[in-house]
């Protein structure tokens, strides 16, 4: 059996080394258009920022790693054309120019994604960055060394990740977003308030509600950002407004979504039997709407990667859906989502309700309590649970993997109020704070306890 994987970062790499266990005597080719394998993403604001110096530590496998195993490793290789029908690739060697042509019996596309570059006038100019894969991180790192004044164009995540880093490192930072706050897509307001507030105070400018308009520049490079409600004056623009997947050469052969993810089965084959893909380059099954959706994270290609590979020959082991589950530190904060907010919840027409609850993660006896807020939004007919939010100074955020399972598992916010959870002052309260958004949730509508005779 001849298996093509095209891509090798998370998915493909999760996908190859799984491969090469379970079907030793496969004959598995990847192609891949960069020079290494497995890049972590989530250290490029650390490196960017200096958490992390020794980048090797960034990537888990190699090209020599996987070729180790019996893997055929076509390193700087792009693959240019799928012919879906006689099942054939063809790829351009990059280094040498040679064309390739070969053919597969199964193929997995793991082709991920890639950071949307809008068309805005000036966008060419020098010092006007992406920020997904190695070699940018080390273009940021040495474009930043003369950069006084860097703008982040885009508030989700690694823009402010990205912001965090630049601020550490002494720079005057601007935070662009056309959205009228940052991570509006993670968490709601009365969550990212609180770190917009603690940017303010840093001296971060935050330019929330304003979309740039052009680029101009000095010398061929960046010098200031205008946006329809004024202009920045900057040394670096880094890009972060989003990702769109890697899916063109598919097009038109496998089913996608409008915006050209990969629709997959739940065993992460397409629409063409012999073609199963995996990661960025598809969308994933999202439990709390039962729909699917477009959410690029490094989590949801792992998985994918390992299930594609597992249901290569027959299907075995069904993919148990998502939450979109995801945390993020940043300066003294810690916050963490799953499933939906008020926010996406209202964006999606969903009716939910809203619990919020304030507490400290452990007892005001212990030398420092940490104040906590909790939000979790429930279907009010079913009382099922479909999202929650935290943010803390102490790091809680794993009690959101927690809600994660209480989304995928179907609990109502009433079981939760009753779940069994440990207490030990050094790490919370006897009532966890995940039990009394249940009980909140309970005496804000009595009316459903039984009535006393
Ligand atoms: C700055 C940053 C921070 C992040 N932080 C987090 C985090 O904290 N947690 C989290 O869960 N996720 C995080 N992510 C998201 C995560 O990195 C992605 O979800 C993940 O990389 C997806 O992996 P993938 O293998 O599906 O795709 P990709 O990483 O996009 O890899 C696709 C690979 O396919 C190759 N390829 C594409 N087309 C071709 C072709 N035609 N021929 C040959 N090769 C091709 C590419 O070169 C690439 O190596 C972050 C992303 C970024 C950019």
């Known amino acids: 059996m001849k298996i093509a994987v095209i891509g090798s970062t998370h998915a493909g790499t999760a996908a190859v080394t799984n491969m090469a266990k379970l079907y030793p005597e496969a004959d598995i080719t990847v192609y891949e258009r960069n020079d290494n394998v497995s890049f972590l993403s989530c250290g490029l604001a650390l490196y960017v920022g200096g958490v992390v110096n020794d980048p090797q530590g960034l990537f888990y496998s190699s090209p020599e790693e996987l070729q180790n195993l019996g893997v055929t490793m076509k390193m700087q290789h792009d693959v240019e054309h799928i012919d879906t029908v006689r099942r054939t690739i063809e790829a351009t060697n990059l280094v040498t120019g040679e064309k390739i042509h070969d053919t597969y019996d199964k193929l997995i596309m793991t082709t991920g994604s890639w950071p949307v570059t809008p068309p805005i006038e000036g966008i060419g100019l020098d010092n006007i960055l992406l920020a997904k894969n190695y070699h940018q991180a080390n273009t940021i790192i040495e474009r930043a060394k003369d950069a006084q004044k860097v703008t982040v164009v885009g508030a989700g995540y690694i823009g402010v990740e990205l912001v965090e880093a630049f601020e550490k490192a002494g720079k005057d930072v601007t935070l662009i977003d056309g959205a009228g706050r940052i991570l509006n897509k993670y968490l709601d307001e009365e969550f990212t308030t609180m770190v917009e507030n603690d940017f303010k105070a840093r001296g971060i400018e935050l330019a929330m509600n304003e979309t740039v308009q052009h680029f101009e520049g000095t010398n061929g490079s960046v010098s200031t950002v205008t946006t329809n409600s004024g202009t920045y004056e900057t040394d670096l623009v880094i890009l972060c407004v989003g990702f769109r997947p890697n899916t063109d050469l598919l097009k038109g052969k496998v089913d996608m979504l409008d915006n050209g993810a990969i629709k997959v089965n739940e065993y992460m084959q397409t629409s063409d039997p ?169 005496s804000q509508e009595p009316q459903r306890l039984p009535e006393l005779v």
Request: a negative charge; hydrophobic letters at 40%; aromatic letters at 8%.
């Open 274 to 442: 012999d073609i199963f893909a995996a990661g960025d380059c598809c969308a994933v099954p999202y439990n709390p709407t039962g729909g699917h959706m477009y959410i690029p994270l490094a989590t949801n290609a792992v998985r994918m990667g390992t299930l594609a590979a597992r249901n290569l020959i027959e299907p075995t082991m069904k993919h148990v859906g998502t939450q979109g589950t995801s945390g993020l530190h940043i300066f003294d904060l810690n916050m963490a989502s799953t499933g939906l907010t008020e926010t996406s919840a209202q964006l999606l027409g969903i009716h939910v309700k809203n619990i919020t609850i304030e507490d400290t993660h452990r007892p005001a006896f212990m030398p420092t309590a940490e104040k906590v807020m909790l939000k979790v939004t429930i279907n009010p007919d079913s009382r099922r649970i479909l999202g929650a939010q935290i943010i803390s100074k102490a790091d809680v955020t794993q009690s959101i993997n927690t809600m994660s399972v209480c989304i995928q598992t179907g609990m109502t916010i009433d079981e939760l109020a009753y779940t069994d959870f440990f207490f030990q002052p050094h790490f919370n309260q006897p009532w966890n704070f995940l039990n009394k958004a249940g009980l909140e949730a309970q």
